[in-house]
């Protein structure tokens, strides 16, 4: 496999991440990165190594000559970069969520299929071994049908600062920060059965009143009551085209701690997650499994093997790893979540044909 070129869009936290695991990465080469921080740039490219730094996505996709974009800024600037690289002919790694919106995430998922290049959402967490085993598991179809499963979890105080918090960078709070890894987990399981409806609720009630006594700094900028526009709590009940039902759920901030590990009921047996456990009726009796000898996945190892899927994916002309046709569901299911917590009462929904 050659060295694949690639631009970053975006300098920010995760930025950090996904430079640390590259560079640990010989087959894929940082040529040039773009903010609308010009210091931001300046900074990780001295750090990093980037040769070039640009304020203009566009000016940096246009110039360059490489094969690839990651898309790594705040939420709502997902969408307009990634179709810009993608009608380049560019391939496009665009950081989880896809977008905010169903709406953006249907562009980005037709201008893929349009340009025939490779969009990958990036959700670290598939390329955890514990994600890996659960998934080899689910896929010997030892759970059988799957009818009901739990999804997610709670914060207690896990409220972050910055862009997260704002609907005009974010647009959507926890349900896409936090509960998109959880969701995402929950479809791969279930072999991404079609959602059909969904009842959903959100608030920030707590966030809006959250004053503390000393000040605390929160991962992405300081947290100000002030500034939150988005959800830091969600929960859906979410039907399936198969009959099965998830009950979703995600907060930042909440009079509870863990709110129970996510965990799916099968006909034949069921699977919690965390830890990983199968339960069963055998051998005439009830029996526990858990998986033996693999271990936690540091999360800079997590992005690396992301990222090495999908240059391999490019240098072998292999499909999209994650791809965005996966990713949209979880899409779907937010913005169901969204809309019906608007209305105040379960709505349909379907998944756009792309």
């Known amino acids: 496999m050659g060295t694949l070129k690639i631009a970053i869009v ?18 894929i080469e940082v040529v040039a990165i773009a903010d609308i921080d010009p210091t931001r740039a300046e900074k990780r490219a001295a750090e990093f190594g980037i040769p070039h730094t640009y304020v203009d996505y566009k000016e940096m996709i246009d110039k360059e000559d490489i094969e690839s974009v990651s898309v790594l800024t705040w939420n709502q600037a997902h969408a307009a ?25 249907v562009a980005m998922t037709k201008a893929a299929k349009k340009s025939d290049k490779l969009l990958m ?18 896929d010997s179809g030892v ?18 600062g910055g862009s997260f918090i704002t609907k005009e960078t974010a647009g959507i709070g926890v349900v896409g920060d936090w509960g998109v890894y959880s969701l995402d987990a929950t479809l791969c399981l279930m072999h991404h059965p079609k959602p059909v409806a969904v009842s959903g609720m959100s ?21 100000s009551p002030d500034k939150l526009s988005v959800e830091d709590f969600g929960a859906a009940w979410v039907r399936f085209d198969t009959g099965a039902v998830v009950m979703f759920k995600a907060a930042w901030i909440s009079h509870l701690s863990g709110g129970g590990s996510p965990f799916l009921l099968g006909t034949h047996a069921g699977m919690k997650l965390h830890p990983l456990t199968i ?28 990222n090495v899927a999908f240059a391999k994916a490019i240098a072998e002309g292999l499909p999209s ?28 929904v379907s998944v756009p044909e792309i």
């Open 279 to 306: 339960f069963r009726w055998e051998f005439g009796m009830l029996t526990d499994t858990q998986p033996m000898n693999y271990k936690e996945t540091e999360p800079i190892e997590q992005f690396r093997r992301e």
């Open 81 to 105: 970069p990634s179709i810009y690289a993608l009608e380049a002919g560019k391939h496009v790694l665009v950081e989880k969520p896809m977008a905010a919106t169903l709406a953006d995430a």
């Open 10 to 27: 975006g300098a920010g936290a995760i930025s950090g991440a996904h430079l640390k695991a590259l560079s640990t990465v010989d087959e």
């Open 143 to 160: 759970l059988g049908d799957i009818y009901y499963g739990e999804s997610g979890g709670f914060g207690r105080l896990g409220l972050p």
């Open 203 to 223: 608030n920030n009630y707590l966030g809006k009143d959250y004053k503390p006594i000393f000040g605390a700094h929160h991962h992405g900028g300081d947290f």
């Open 321 to 348: 790893p994650i791809p965005a046709e996966q990713l949209l569901l979880t899409n779907v299911i937010m913005q169901g979540l969204v809309d019906s917590a608007a209305v105040g009462h379960e709505i349909e």
């Open 121 to 138: 959402v990036g959700l670290k967490a598939r390329y955890g071994d514990d994600r890996i085993v659960a998934q080899t598991i689910a």
